[in-house]
């Protein structure tokens, strides 16, 4: 029996006992089931700027927590061995919500103020997300999503209750570019405009020299976010060479400080990156 999954805009139409194209929901008896539920990949105790988040209780230390899948296909992604990586071949370590719960307030000494659903795409496995920050929030701590924003409205209204900061990859802003990525850039921006009525939130967009570096859309980009919410947090990072882009050059760290300064005409706090 084929079955739908909704959590993102791909809407993948499954056979039986096929996975979608994040490589970590599958059609089991006709129900989507997730299948890196609670497998655990990568687990770090972060500053909260390696999110990155820079307005969101600077200097703290966050529990942060990853799993495999992504719903993109970015050629530059840095975390590519688990994002990419198939159920199958990951190697993971089970722990319940209710175990992260206790690894976050265990740390809690060391300056941990909760848990990051972050290195992968963690939406992909968004019921341990709700589960776990269920647990987290009803401990007195805090949690954070790192994500692309390619996630139904439906999956974004899941988590909100439990969620106090995000930072969503902007990766650009023309929709020809999310396309080459595997994306939507209408998805990301409906997205943005939701989680910014609930929740503390801060943008990063990668310059990829010859993708998404001119002024023209950094200014278009800019404007769109301050029309949105003047209090949003830009990050405007740069590029080095990775994964299936490792023989590239790096973006020209001028460039960087360039885009940044056209996206201050606009948004008041903007960040660089990488430089």
């Given at each position: 029996m084929k079955a739908v999954c909704d959590t993102c805009m791909h809407r993948c139409v499954l056979e039986e006992g096929q996975y979608g194209l994040c490589g970590a929901r599958k059609n089991e008896g006709g129900q989507i089931a997730c299948k890196n539920y609670g497998r655990i990949t990568a687990l770090a105790l972060d500053p909260i700027e390696k999110k990155p988040l820079r307005m969101f209780y600077p200097g703290s230390l966050i529990l942060s927590a990853g799993s495999f899948g992504c719903n993109l296909k970015c050629p530059f992604c840095q975390n590519?061995?688990?994002?990419?990586?198939?159920?199958?071949?990951?190697?993971?370590?089970?722990?319940?919500?209710?175990?992260?719960?206790d690894r976050a307030s265990a740390c809690r000494r060391?300056?941990?103020?909760?848990?990051?659903?972050?290195?992968?795409?963690?939406?992909?496995?968004?019921?341990?997300?709700?589960?776990?920050?269920k647990l987290i929030r009803h401990r007195g701590m805090k949690?954070?999503?790192?994500?692309?924003?390619?996630?139904?409205?439906?999956?974004?209204?899941?988590?909100?209750p439990y969620i106090d900061a995000m930072n969503i990859d902007l990766k650009g802003?023309?929709?020809?570019?999310?396309?080459?990525?595997?994306?939507?850039l209408e998805t990301v921006k409906a997205f943005i405009r939701r989680a910014a009525q609930e929740c503390h939130?801060?943008?990063?967009?990668?310059?990829?020299?010859?993708?998404?570096?001119?002024?023209?859309?950094?200014r278009e980009e800019a404007q769109w976010i301050a029309s949105v919410n003047q209090n949003i947090v830009l990050h405007v990072t740069r590029f080095f060479p990775r994964y299936q882009m490792a023989g590239c050059d790096a973006t020209d760290v001028q460039a960087v400080y360039r885009l940044a300064d056209t996206a201050r005409e606009y948004v008041e706090h903007v960040f660089t990156g990488n430089c």
């Amino acid at each position: 029996m084929k079955a739908v999954c909704d959590t993102c805009m791909h809407r993948c139409v499954l056979e039986e006992g096929q996975y979608g194209l994040c490589g970590a929901r599958k059609n089991e008896g006709g129900q989507i089931a997730c299948k890196n539920y609670g497998r655990i990949t990568a687990l770090a105790l972060d500053p909260i700027e390696k999110k990155p988040l820079r307005m969101f209780y600077p200097g703290s230390l966050i529990l942060s927590a990853g799993s495999f899948g992504c719903n993109l296909k970015c050629p530059f992604c840095q975390n590519h061995e688990i994002s990419m990586c198939k159920a199958a071949d990951a190697k993971t370590v089970y722990l319940s919500p209710g175990e992260l719960a206790d690894r976050a307030s265990a740390c809690r000494r060391k300056g941990n103020i909760g848990a990051a659903f972050t290195y992968n795409e963690p939406l992909t496995g968004w019921e341990y997300v709700r589960d776990a920050a269920k647990l987290i929030r009803h401990r007195g701590m805090k949690n954070v999503l790192v994500t692309n924003g390619c996630a139904s409205l439906p999956v974004l209204e899941e988590l909100l209750p439990y969620i106090d900061a995000m930072n969503i990859d902007l990766k650009g802003f023309r929709e020809d570019y999310y396309r080459k990525l595997g994306g939507s850039l209408e998805t990301v921006k409906a997205f943005i405009r939701r989680a910014a009525q609930e929740c503390h939130v801060e943008l990063s967009t990668l310059i990829v020299p010859g993708e998404n570096d001119s002024e023209a859309q950094m200014r278009e980009e800019a404007q769109w976010i301050a029309s949105v919410n003047q209090n949003i947090v830009l990050h405007v990072t740069r590029f080095f060479p990775r994964y299936q882009m490792a023989g590239c050059d790096a973006t020209d760290v001028q460039a960087v400080y360039r885009l940044a300064d056209t996206a201050r005409e606009y948004v008041e706090h903007v960040f660089t990156g990488n430089c």
